[in-house]
């Protein structure tokens, strides 16, 4: 039973993914698909099992993520979608899971794949609105719960909660790889005009517009997926 979240983590999995092996996947994501692809390559017997209708069905939208699962299922790997896992069978390591359908898999290997938290238990009892994330103004400074921003706490990356001006004000954080270094470039640039001691120059830096393009990619078999914007607003996606 394995999470992917560390080297070390890769390297135990690397151990047992060797051909033949049944492999189960909770979680239809970019770590889930892109893990059951490089397994699937190597021999594996490969299930994913996955709570949306779809995998990957959230960024890429119904169409993109209907061809991406097709091509896996070209590849072997079966789905069980709108599925979750109501247990783990086996003592001392695993040799099944049974499915809320009532289906049980085989799995000489289970890998949870179901997403991530924000750790912001830390922030609690300091006035800081936490709701899915740290809210942040566009200059990135930290809102209090009343909406008005801490001068001098700045919030960056995946936890950072802001308004996408690209997307009419949308408030989201956005955990794609380029976003930690928009934000933080924006967030330095704010610090430095506030440390300049120059007010009108602070704020001529605060009400500069920032309308990062979130972007990811993503390698499975070899099919190149790279993507721009928030693909789930889309009317259309080609």
Known sequence: RHALRTLDDALALRAEL???????IVGGGFLGCELAATARKLGCEMTVVARQPLPLLDPLGRDLAHQLMTRHQ???VRFRCGATVRSILGADSVTAVELDTGEVLPADLLVEAVGSRYNTAWLHGNDVDLADGVRTDSALRVLRTGGSPWLDVHAVG???RFPHGRYGGLVRAVPHWNIPTETARRAGRVIAAR???????????????FSPVPSFWSDQYDLHLLAFGLLDLADDIR
């Open 195 to 209: 440390l300049g001691g120059d007010p009108a120059e602070y704020e001529r830096a605060v009400a500069e517009p």
């Open 18 to 24: 060797v051909p033949g092996a049944a492999v189960v």
């Open 74 to 76: 070209r590849e072997g």
């Open 158 to 160: 995946d936890v950072a």
